[in-house]
């Protein structure tokens, strides 16, 4: 009863906050037309980081706030490999400086016992001095890549300091196999997983260009291709993200450019259907997972009143393996968050800075890089360029990591081996330019 009481004090003590926002007014209109988007290959910035992931939203106090999955960030040297952890921004891309947010509740895969559930960060977002995050969790298969099956929401009221579960209870927990539900999680066993993988929405500094009070949410529409390449939405009031039974899902257009929203979770249809044939289904590693192909990144205009979205899939081997050739890459734009999307950029061979060897994956418009007038921003991304070498050397890395048992030092070996095979395996950013009309 304790945590139930906090939790409704919580979300009561918020229910002010849409009286901040002018009701059905999204964002101001559109002012110019986008023909195209331009990749700017000698801007290409490399940051000594490990990992991937990269979710971004942008705070109240300046610095934006980035997630890091399955590597160190920029510890250095590294002192652990996280499932996921989150870093602090400051300063522009030429001159960014990197901060651990060391209260983060920890998720360190080498402390988590063998077959235990695996927790990576995905929607991160900033709203009315809150800080919220939407980690998504894999199924235990082992005769194909796991699927992803759900997603708990967990928050913080302090600045990152104190975190806590969607219910208000603090510490964080990363619930056992039996302990996952739909009581617990925002999302769990959907229809074909979907909801899993969540990417939110962002506007501006604490989303404070946001003017009809709602945050909106997307995710792909499922773990296979067919599925995985629909995107599907759902929106919910700025204080109510807590609040599972307050979610509506997109449902449709109507005529007058306004969207169809329902309660029920299937009466959902994709906002937008990407390019099949970038879905990985099987894999390099034994057991491991499909890919985030297609799981966008959108951040809004507000120079220019438009919506921008980046997505990719991942280049799929003859025999269905991943990274076997490079990414997709694509830009769209759009007057509202749920469209219609028009393509502005198409890559069917991503290869930043002209590498042909380029595994590029998981583009993320950085939201406090767009340039004061809208016409640029900055494209940030991962980069697995030798992960099939990995994969057919990997025995190196087991041999070395059996001849040590202390978590510090297996993490170093670890380091060392990524850096070797995949040096771009790391936050790379890049300006894109906008070519108006």
Known sequence: MPHRRTFLKQVLAAAAVPALFTPAVLAAPRRVDILSAKRREETVLRSPSLGDGYHMTWTRQGPQVVGVNDGSGWADPPTA?????????????????????????????????EGATVYYGSGLLAAGGRLYQ????????????????????VF???????????????????EDWAEQTRGRFSFFQEPDGCFSLLSILQMGRDYAANRDGYIYVYSPNGNTDGTMNELVMFRVPIARL????????????????????????????PVHVFPRGWVNYTNLFPGDLVLESWLPSVVYNEA?????MAAA??????????????????????????GPWRQVHEEKAWMPAGDAAARAYGPRIAPGWVAA?????????????????FATDQAQLAAALEKVTDPLSRTRIEADFLRRYTPHFAFNAQRVDLVTG
């Open 242 to 269: 807590l609040d599972r039974d307050a979610y509506e899902f997109f449902a449709g257009h109507r005529a007058d450019g306004g969207a169809d929203w329902r309660r029920d979770i299937a009466a959902r249809v």
């Open 134 to 153: 939407f980690i998504s969790t894999l199924d235990r298969a082992e005769d194909r890549p796991r699927h992803w099956t759900g997603a708990k929401l």
């Open 313 to 338: 899939g991942i280049g799929v081997a003859p025999d269905g393996t991943e990274f076997g050739k490079p990414s997709y890459l694509g830009l769209w734009v759009a007057d509202t968050p749920w």
């Open 81 to 113: 490999f996280y499932n996921t952890r989150l870093w602090t921004i400051s300063g522009a891309p030429d001159k960014a400086r990197f901060a651990e947010v060391a209260t983060y509740p920890v998720i360190n895969r080498s402390t988590r016992p």
């Open 304 to 308: 220019l009143g438009l919506y921008m």
């Open 373 to 389: 007038d809208g016409k640029s921003f900055w494209l940030v991304w991962s980069d697995l360029d030798g992960i099939r070498a």
């Open 156 to 174: 913080s009221d302090d600045g990152g300091r104190t975190w806590r579960n969607r219910d208000g209870s603090t510490p964080v927990i990363w």
